[in-house]
């Protein structure tokens, strides 16, 4: 399980992000992060991966300070899919999603078999391996994304807007595909999102955050407060 336990995070500038937040994530579910823009849901799911440092309050992995674990140990347990895939556009797509298995020590190709199976797995047409992002659509570089984040099995998922680029048709196959996948593989999943419809439809339990980095609800999704 992941713990936030009163956590703020103040930038440099003075801009009070995140707010005395606290919340337990529990395991193998998803959990969604929702509120409007700049409402402190990146900066929340950048603090689980240390990719930015709170200012106060700790955050928990298991029972243990993630402060005290090594950042590179931390981060293997996690993987991290953002809004445009991020994909490096000068490798294959099967060489992508090998990229982090790679790093990991494996072969080359016990690492593209891996990612073979990961394309499938995520739904990918085995016949796209060999091209390159920028001949995929939207929602097929978004698949890639997920299968990258997905090579090293790591327990948890951390997802920023992920589909939030792609158009409503190609968006609800994703979601679709994103439950399928949680449901087979049981992984940890934070989900940020500013759309509601998406937080109600994906999450296990619900996050609603509001304007100043303040938590406003945590709860299943028919549990709700309409407001
Ligand atoms: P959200 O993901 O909900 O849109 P963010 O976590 O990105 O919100 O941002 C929360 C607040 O912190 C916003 O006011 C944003 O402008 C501010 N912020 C984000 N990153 C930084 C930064 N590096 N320096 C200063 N302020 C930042
Ligand atoms: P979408 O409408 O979902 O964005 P596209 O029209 O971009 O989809 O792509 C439709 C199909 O054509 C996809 O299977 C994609 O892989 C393929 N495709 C798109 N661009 C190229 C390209 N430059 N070279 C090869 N295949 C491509």
Redesign the pocket.
Known sequence: MIRIDAVT?R????????DRLSLEIPDRSITV?V????????????MINRM?EPSEGTILLDGKDIQQQPVNTLRRSMGYVIQNAGLFQHRTIVDNIATVPRMLGWGKDKARARARELMERVGLDAALAKRYPYQLSGGQQQRVGVARALAADPPVLLM??PFSAVDPVVRKGLQDELLRIQDELGKTIVF?T?DIDEAVKLGTMVAV?R?G?HLAQFAPPAELLSH
């Open positions: 995070k930038y440099p500038d003075g801009t009070v992000a995140v992060l509120g409007p823009s700049g409402c402190g849901k990146t900066t929340t799911l950048r930015v920023d807007e940020v500013h955050m304007t980095g």
